[in-house]
C-alpha cells in the first residue's frame, strides 16, 4: 500500500487511517482516502478492483506543493510517492527488480504466515505474489534507475519522485499463487495485464459479480410496508446473495496452457503438491450443508459442480472428504456432512462431476473408521454408532479420548446416513440402501419419552446419562442444548411427530412451545457464556436460536402435514418474522453466527418460499416469499460479460453442459406484510394438494411457475 515514508520497517507500514462512511464498498470496487498521507490539494486516494487471482490498485497522489509542512524536505512526512508491501513475518522473503514480462518495476516475494491446515511442516506452504507498478494511465513503465528502495526482508517498498508529475498517479497491478512466483506472474499477465486498464477490470468484476447476483430477480416486496423497509429488504436480500456466495472458494489456477492446476493441502506425497484439475477449499460442512449447498442447487448448478468436482479432487488427494477445509483438512466440528451435500447432488442429478467418485467417497465415510489419531477426516466414532445404533457417551473415538457431543453427532450420524442412502438408492446400491435406511431409522434410541427430548446414553449400561438439564448447553450437544436438538431430524419430520404422538405429545404444539418459552439457556459443559448463549437471549425467539446453525431447518419442520395445515401456518408465521425483524440492513445485518454464507443463504431461500430441508430428499419446502415476484435461473448457463475472462476460466474446469437459460418464476399473490397464510398453491397452472409440504426439485429445475396464493392467517401467534 502507499505509506508513509518516515517509516523504515514494517512497523506503521501496514495501516492507515480512512472514513468508511466516505468510502466506496462494492464488491466490485473499494475507494477511499488516506488520512495520513496529504498535504493542502488534498489527500490520497486509494482504489482497487479484483481479478480472480489479485486485482489493480489506483494511487492518485495529490499534487506536489513545494515548502509546506509536509512537503519532500519535510522530516514528519514526506511527499515522496511509497509504494510499500508488508509482510506477515520477519522471516518472509521480499524482492525488488524488472518484470521479466516488460521491465517496468516489480516487487515479488512470498510468505509462509498460516494458520494450519496446509500439510504439516513438511509440506513446503508459500503465498506467493507479484506487483508490477507503472503510472499515468497504467500502462507506462516505471524504471529503478534513482529510485530509493528496500526489499530482503518482510517489508519492500519503492520510493518515486513528487516532482514527477507523471507518479501523481500509481498503478499496482497485484497477481497471487499458492505454486510460485513464476505463477503469480503468470496470473498476473493472464488477468491484469498491462492492457487491461483499471476501468476494463473494474467493469468486469462488476459484470461477473452481476452475473452471479443477477441470476435470482426479485420484486415486488410485500403490501403494507413503507418504502424504506421495501428497501431494506432489497439491501438485506442481495447482500445475504453476495454474501453466501463467496463460499466456498477456489484453490485453482491456469498453466500456459489454459489447465488448471492447483496447490494442494491435501495431498499426501510432499515431494509434489501441484496438482491438476480444479480444487474447492474454505467451507465448512457442518455449517453449510442445509442452505449454502441447497442454495447453489437452485439458482447455480454451473457454480456447484465445480465446487462438487474440486472436492472429489480433495478426496482422490487426500483419500478423505474434508469436513472443515480451511484450507486442507481441519477437525473443527462433529459429523461428516460433506456427505449430505455430495448426496445431493448425485440425487439431483447435477451435472458435470463424477458421480462414481462422489458416492465412493460418501460412502467411505458410512463404511469405514478414519486412520487412528488421524484428525479432520471421517467419522470418528463410528464404531461404537455401528456396534449401539447411536454415540455413547464416553465411548473410545479413532482420535483418541472418548467421544463427546454424542446427541448432536449421532443425529448429524443420522442425518448423513439417511442422504447416502438416498444415493444409492439413486444409483441403484440396493445393499448399500438397504443398511443405511436401517441405521436412519434408529431416531428413536436416543428419544426419551419421560421428557421428550433426544438425550445421551452411558456406554457401560445404556441407561439415559443423568443428570439432565433441557436448558444446559455443551457436554451431549453441540453449540446448544436439548431444546435446539429436539427437531433435529430434518429427513424425518413425519417420523418425529409420530414419535411424539405415541407418547401424547404434539409436535405442533412443542414447535410452538419452543417459539415462545423463555430464552433460558445455563452453562452446562461450558465454563463461561458463549456467543451464540447470548445472542439468543438477547435478539431469538424463545428457544430458537436462529444466532446458529443448529436450528435454521426447524421452522419447516413445522411443514408435516402439508401445506395447508395449521402448524404450517403457524410455521410461515415465524419465518416471516425471522425474515423481517432478526435480518437488518445495517452493519449488524446477521442475528448471530455467520458462518460460511449459512445464515446468508437462509435468508435467500426463505425470501423465495423455498426450502431444501433435508438435502438428499429431492424436494423443497414451501415457505412464505417475502417477495411478490421472483425469477430465478435454474439453467446450466454461465453469462457472459465484458471480457469473459469468468466463462472461460469455468469452461476450463468443468464439463457441465452450458445450456440455454431456463427460468422459475415464483409469484406470490396478495402478498401482504401480514398475510403469512397459504390458500393454495400452483405449479405450471396445476392446483397442488394442500397435503403436499413441497415440490420435487426435479420439476424446479425444469423451470416453469410456481404461484402462491396468500391470506391472513387464521389465528394470532405470538
Given at each position: 500500500m502507499p505509506s508513509n515514508p518516515s517509516s523504515q520497517s514494517a512497523s506503521g507500514d501496514d495501516f492507515a487511517g480512512y472514513s468508511p462512511a466516505q468510502s466506496t464498498f462494492t464488491p466490485y470496487y473499494f475507494a477511499a482516502s488516506l488520512f495520513e498521507y496529504g498535504n493542502s490539494n488534498g489527500n490520497l486516494k486509494i482504489e482497487f478492483t479484483p481479478s480472480m487471482h489479485g486485482g489493480i490498485m489506483r494511487a492518485s497522489f495529490p499534487s506536489y506543493v513545494a515548502h509546506e509542512v509536509g512537503d519532500s524536505d519535510s522530516t514528519s512526512l514526506s511527499q515522496i510517492r511509497r509504494i510499500s508491501i508488508v509482510l506477515p513475518q520477519n522471516s518472509d522473503i521480499s524482492e525488488i527488480g524488472k518484470s521479466p514480462v516488460d521491465g517496468t518495476v516489480l516487487i515479488s516475494g512470498h510468505t509462509t504466515k498460516n494458520s494450519g491446515g496446509v500439510g504439516g511442516k513438511e509440506a513446503a506452504y508459500g503465498h506467493y505474489f507479484v506487483a508490477a507498478i507503472y503510472n499515468g494511465d497504467g500502462s507506462q513503465l516505471t524504471s529503478l534507475d534513482g529510485l530509493t528502495t528496500k526489499a530482503g526482508g518482510n517489508v519492500a517498498w519503492v520510493d518515486f519522485s513528487p516532482n514527477d508529475t507523471n507518479n501523481d498517479v500509481l498503478i499496482v497491478r497485484l497477481a497471487t499463487s499458492f505454486i510460485s512466483k513464476e505463477q503469480a506472474l503468470l496470473n498476473l499477465q493472464q488477468e491484469v495485464g498491462a492492457s487491461v486498464s483499471f476501468e476494463a477490470l473494474r467493469d468486469d468484476a462488476k459484470a461477473e459479480w452481476n452475473s452471479v447476483l443477477g441470476?435470482?430477480?426479485?420484486?415486488?416486496?410485500?403490501?403494507?410496508?413503507?418504502?424504506?423497509?421495501?428497501?431494506?429488504?432489497?439491501?438485506?436480500?442481495?447482500?445475504?446473495?453476495?454474501?453466501?456466495?463467496?463460499?466456498?472458494?477456489?484453490?485453482?489456477?491456469?498453466?500456459?496452457?489454459?489447465?488448471?492446476?492447483?496447490?494442494?493441502?491435501?495431498?499426501?506425497?510432499?515431494?509434489?503438491?501441484?496438482?491438476?484439475?480444479?480444487?474447492?477449499?474454505?467451507?465448512?460442512?457442518?455449517?453449510?450443508?442445509?442452505?449454502v449447498y441447497p442454495l447453489l442447487t437452485l439458482f447455480h448448478r454451473p457454480m456447484l459442480a465445480i465446487t462438487v468436482q474440486g472436492w472429489l479432487t480433495a478426496f482422490n488427494e487426500g483419500g478423505w472428504l474434508p469436513k472443515w477445509a480451511s484450507p486442507g483438512y481441519r477437525s473443527g466440528m462433529?459429523?461428516?456432512?460433506?456427505?449430505?451435500?455430495?448426496?445431493?447432488?448425485?440425487?439431483n442429478d447435477i451435472p458435470g462431476f463424477d458421480v462414481d467418485l462422489a458416492y465412493a467417497a460418501i460412502r467411505k465415510d458410512a463404511f469405514e473408521s478414519p486412520p487412528v489419531g488421524v484428525e479432520g477426516v471421517g467419522r470418528v466414532c463410528l464404531n461404537p454408532y455401528l456396534q449401539h445404533g447411536y454415540v455413547p457417551r464416553d465411548a473410545p473415538m479413532t482420535t483418541g479420548g472418548t467421544c463427546y457431543e454424542v446427541v448432536s453427532r449421532t443425529l448429524n450420524y443420522l442425518q448423513s446416513d439417511y442422504a447416502v442412502a438416498q444415493a444409492a438408492q439413486k444409483l441403484g446400491k440396493a445393499d448399500d440402501e438397504s443398511v443405511l435406511r436401517q441405521r436412519a431409522s434408529n431416531f428413536s434410541l436416543l428419544f426419551d419419552s419421560e421428557t421428550g427430548f433426544f438425550r445421551s446414553r452411558s456406554l457401560s449400561n445404556g441407561k439415559f446419562s443423568e443428570p439432565f438439564d433441557q436448558f444446559g448447553w455443551g457436554g451431549d450437544y453441540t453449540e446448544s442444548g436439548p431444546w435446539q436438538y429436539r427437531f433435529y431430524l430434518p429427513y424425518n419430520a413425519d417420523g418425529l411427530h409420530d414419535l411424539y404422538a405415541a407418547n401424547q405429545r404434539d409436535m405442533c404444539s412443542l414447535l410452538s412451545e419452543t417459539m415462545t418459552s423463555s430464552s433460558l439457556f445455563h452453562l452446562g459443559g461450558y465454563g463461561s457464556v458463549i456467543h451464540e448463549q447470548s445472542e439468543m437471549a438477547d435478539h431469538c425467539f424463545g428457544q430458537y436460536a436462529h444466532n446458529n446453525q443448529p436450528v435454521h431447518h426447524l421452522l419447516y419442520m413445522h411443514m408435516f402435514d402439508g401445506y395447508g395445515g395449521s402448524c404450517a401456518d403457524q410455521g410461515r408465521h415465524y419465518v416471516r418474522r425471522t425474515l423481517t425483524q432478526l435480518y437488518r440492513a445495517d452493519s449488524d445485518m446477521f442475528p448471530g453466527d455467520e458462518?460460511?454464507?449459512?445464515?446468508?443463504?437462509?435468508?435467500?431461500?426463505?425470501?423465495?418460499?423455498?426450502?431444501?430441508?433435508?438435502?438428499?430428499?429431492?424436494?423443497?419446502?414451501?415457505?412464505?416469499?417475502?417477495?411478490?415476484?421472483?425469477?430465478?435461473?435454474?439453467?446450466?448457463?454461465?453469462?457472459?460479460?465484458?471480457h469473459g475472462l469468468a466463462d472461460t476460466r469455468r469452461k476450463r474446469v468443468t464439463d457441465a453442459t452450458f445450456a440455454s437459460a431456463k427460468t422459475l418464476r415464483i409469484v406470490a399473490h396478495n402478498n401482504d406484510i401480514h398475510n403469512t397464510r397459504i390458500e393454495s398453491v400452483r405449479w405450471n397452472d396445476r392446483t397442488l394438494p394442500s397435503t403436499s409440504n413441497g415440490i420435487a426439485y426435479a420439476d424446479l429445475a425444469q423451470g416453469g411457475t410456481l404461484e402462491f396464493f396468500m391470506a391472513a392467517p387464521l389465528k394470532q401467534y405470538a
Open positions: 441470476r435470482v430477480q426479485v420484486t415486488k416486496p410485500p403490501n403494507g410496508v413503507s418504502q424504506e423497509e421495501a428497501g431494506d429488504f432489497y439491501s438485506v436480500f442481495y447482500s445475504s446473495l453476495y454474501r453466501a456466495s463467496l463460499f466456498p472458494r477456489q484453490l485453482t489456477e491456469f498453466d500456459a496452457s489454459g489447465a488448471a492446476i492447483h496447490w494442494s493441502p491435501f495431498a499426501t506425497d510432499n515431494t509434489t503438491r501441484v496438482m491438476s484439475g480444479p480444487l474447492s477449499t474454505d467451507s465448512g460442512f457442518w455449517d453449510a450443508w442445509n442452505t462433529i459429523g461428516t456432512m460433506g456427505d449430505v451435500s455430495l448426496a445431493d447432488a448425485i440425487v458462518d460460511n454464507g449459512e445464515m446468508a443463504a437462509w435468508f435467500v431461500l426463505s425470501s423465495l418460499g423455498l426450502y431444501e430441508r433435508s438435502p438428499g430428499s429431492g424436494q423443497f419446502e414451501f415457505g412464505v416469499p417475502l417477495f411478490s415476484d421472483v425469477t430465478v435461473d435454474v439453467s446450466d448457463a454461465f453469462h457472459g460479460h465484458s
